[in-house]
């Protein structure tokens, strides 16, 4: 059999080994293909490479090289998953992509990427991003993209360890969560403010705990006055092109909440008053919080309205989603089930209520403290 391994001299002098291998004939073209390897410093080198080769296409092992990079099949990746998600969900896998992982990975040969690269990105991530994890998660969709249409056969992320969270940097988020002292000063601060919209909608998100998206979205249809019911059926979202839309909630739940009195007054004066601002303010269809042409709020009002709440009065720091954190907290120091909370919240995960639960108030520590002094020394 005629040897399959050549030798060539290079321009520098030196002599190297190569070899061209008959792999068959594609099905698609009718042609032949090979595969040639070229660089070898010893024949036997080029032997054993050889001998490998042959047994992994004997096998069927064997993958034919391909010069697609990891953008390249993230831009074929992101068509098939732009079909499976809201359009919300598309446009922020769109940001993480374009803002974290392109520009890290985006450049590699699909099957250069070693466990070695793929770890360097997440150990920077994780410098950089709270969020890493997630981060890491959707870079290791397009490999596993890339193992379906059979261009690798495993996938490096799998083998990545991931760096451990600074329990410090987690625990100092407890200062952006009100206590209940708290929150009761930020509501009377609310109402000596004297905007009925305003009023209204913080009144709302911590005495229901609904999401920013889900009070901004709703209408006046969604509240019963009579029975104090409130129906959470949909989320107010961005899409694409920054444009506003109104999806379902985000779990796809309808959850029908009870409100208390003192709210549903709010509310009622709140509606008094955008029935006289605006003409058509009793449709069925009437946002109950709107922007000053009585369309869809934009979903950065509601922290400038907060800023302008807490500058005003000097008030500890905190964002618009501890409302929901605070009303949870709060009923679990009222003695409210996990059950409870997880289904006023809307919770698809009770791990998610767990969390907050272990997360209480200054208080609800000190009461624990305190409960095993007394029994200690009674």
């Known amino acids: ?43 036997k ?31 074929v990746w992101i068509q098939h998953y732009e ?5 919300s969900t598309f446009v922020k896998t769109l940001g993480i992509f374009r803002n974290h992982i392109l520009p890290a990975l985006g450049h590699y040969r699909i099957e250069k990427l070693s466990v070695a690269i793929c770890q360097s990105f997440v150990d920077d991530c994780s410098l950089k991003l709270k969020r890493f994890r997630m981060v890491k998660t959707y870079a290791s969709k397009v490999i ?8 690798i056969s495993s996938n490096p992320f799998k ?30 601060c609310l109402k000596q403010y004297g905007n009925a919209q305003i009023t209204a909608f913080f009144y709302l998100l911590a005495f229901s705990g609904i999401r920013k998206g889900e009070a901004l979205a709703l209408t006046w249809a969604d509240l019963n006055f009579d029975t104090k019911e409130l129906l959470i059926t949909k989320a107010l979202s961005r899409g694409k092109n920054n444009k506003l839309y109104i999806k379902s909630t985000k779990t796809d739940t309808i ?5 208390d009195d003192e709210t549903c007054s709010i509310l009622s004066e709140w509606k008094r008053i955008q029935q006289v601002k605006f003409p058509n303010a ?10 000053e042409q009585n369309g869809l709020l934009q979903q950065t009002v509601p922290r400038k309205w907060l800023m302008k709440i807490i500058d005003t009065y000097g008030l500890p720091y905190t964002h618009v989603h501890s409302f929901r954190h605070v009303h949870c907290s709060l009923l679990f120091e009222a003695g409210a089930s996990v059950k409870e909370v ?17 997360h209480l108030s200054k208080r609800a520590k000190n009461d624990t403290i305190n409960k095993f002094v007394t029994y200690l020394n009674s």
């Open 1 to 43: 059999m005629k040897d399959p391994i050549k030798s060539y001299t290079k321009k520098d002098g030196k002599t190297y080994y190569m070899f061209k291998l008959y792999l068959g004939i594609d099905n698609q073209t009718g042609k032949q293909i090979h595969v040639t390897r070229r660089g070898f410093l010893t024949k």
């Open 45 to 75: 080198e080029a032997s054993l490479t050889l001998a490998q080769l042959r047994v992994e296409v004997s096998k069927g092992e064997y993958k034919k090289p391909i010069t697609e990079t990891y953008e390249d099949l993230y831009n």
């Open 83 to 87: 079909r499976t998600v809201e359009e």
């Open 144 to 151: 596993d993209f890339a193992i379906k249409r059979e261009y």
């Open 159 to 188: 083998l990545v360890d991931l760096p451990k969270i600074k329990t410090s940097a987690v625990l100092d988020t407890e200062v952006n969560y009100y206590s209940k002292e708290q929150l009761i000063n930020f509501l009377q």
């Open 255 to 259: 959850r029908q909440l009870l409100i």
């Open 282 to 291: 009793n449709d069925k269809s009437q946002l109950v919080f709107t922007n």
């Open 342 to 358: 997880q289904e006023r919240l809307g919770h698809t995960d009770v791990q998610t209520t767990l969390n907050i639960y272990t």
